[in-house]
């Protein structure tokens, strides 16, 4: 079974791996933020873009996305950090007497293909979490050196 799509004359399978970040990585906004997905998943409805897996960090989200190829992704991601920073600050207004304009998100985000991996960059992006616990905790050691008596 293929995974492509059609429209009257293509056939496309463009899945692309994002991740964005909240500006400044702001951790403490973010993690009372985190559970308005809603929001995300409402603007990509809007723009016939399917998500096809998502995880919010403490301080960025890393989305699997499928994006038709009459927008690019460049335009999909101005609207989406555009319009959900506003929906953010709508929801809670107190954002920007504590941090400013409007700006939620940081400029700038990370793109990646996807092409025939769909499954090993959605496994990557459900385990990224439990990964980086893990790799913080290791890194807590101190650094000794050998050449000082």
Not at 20 to 38: D, E, M, N, P, T
Not at 43 to 69: F, N, Q, R, S, T
């Amino acid at each position: 079974m293929s995974s492509d799509n059609s429209l009257s004359h293509t056939r496309w399978n463009c899945k692309y791996h994002i991740v964005f970040i909240a500006k400044y990585r702001r951790k403490v906004i973010f993690g009372k933020l985190r559970g308005h997905r809603v929001i995300l998943r409402r603007l990509c409805e809007m723009k016939d873009v399917e998500i096809i897996g998502a995880h919010a960090m403490p301080d960025h989200i890393h989305m699997l996305v499928e994006i038709p190829p009459r927008m690019s992704v460049s335009y999909f991601m101005g609207y989406l950090e555009g319009k959900s920073s506003l929906m953010i600050h709508d929801r809670h207004a107190n954002l920007k007497y504590n941090h400013g304009n409007r700006t939620f998100w940081a400029k700038g985000y990370y793109v990646s293909t996807v092409g025939l991996n769909q499954k090993t960059v959605a496994k990557y992006i459900r385990e990224q979490e439990s990964e980086d616990r893990l790799r913080d905790n290791m890194s807590k050691r101190e650094y000794v050196d050998p050449f000082k008596k």
